[in-house]
């Protein structure tokens, strides 16, 4: 009777054990999936503004086509980017975006009247406040990501990885282009 007892109480640890443990990876991996979903509503919040910025800016600039044609292009890789869930070809087309923004920035900085316009003005700063945005919720989905790596590398979690369905996520990393300062030429 006594083995019985000791036994069924192995057995209720073992599969509480197991209940906790699937729960907790599959709450982490929500949690990074979530993440994940905050950066792309800020590259899609960053990508709706920039039609206004670019509209803004061709009346003053109207011979920068090129620029503005990037602009465009580099907006519908991030809106591409941000319906799948490939992190490497997010962090490409951000940062395909953030070098056409500066170029839209220089041709601004060449139109006085045009640095002085409100719209400009409201839309560089709803732009910046947009960036911090995207750098916060990067920082929030890479914390979220760091969490659930260690879980998935590390005993007795690991064991439960296969049956949670839950495996190690790719950080959120600025591509090359995006570490040193982008160059302008017109």
Do not use: C
């Amino acid at each position: 009777m006594l083995i019985l007892i000791v036994v069924l109480v192995i057995v209720v640890l073992l599969v509480g054990f197991v209940v906790v443990g699937f729960n907790k990876l599959r709450t982490t991996d929500v949690n990074a999936e979530e993440a994940l979903g905050g950066i792309d509503v800020q590259l899609t919040r960053r990508a709706d503004l920039i039609p206004n910025l670019v509209e803004t800016v061709k009346g003053y600039a109207a011979h920068e086509k090129g620029v503005f044609d990037e602009v465009t292009k580099a907006r519908a890789g991030v809106q591409q980017a941000a319906a799948g869930n490939d992190v490497p070809a997010k962090a490409a087309a951000d940062a395909a975006l953030q070098q056409a923004l500066v170029k839209v920035n220089a041709v601004a900085e060449a139109y006085p009247d045009l640095k002085a316009n409100t719209n400009f003005l409201e839309l560089q700063r709803q732009l910046a406040e947009t960036e911090n945005q995207i750098s916060f919720a990067r920082q929030y989905y890479n914390d979220a990501v760091a969490t659930l790596n260690k879980l998935v590398l590390t005993i007795p979690w690991m064991f439960l990885t296969g049956m949670a369905g839950v495996h190690k996520r790719e950080f959120y990393d600025a591509p090359d282009a995006h570490v040193a300062a982008p160059s302008i030429e017109f």
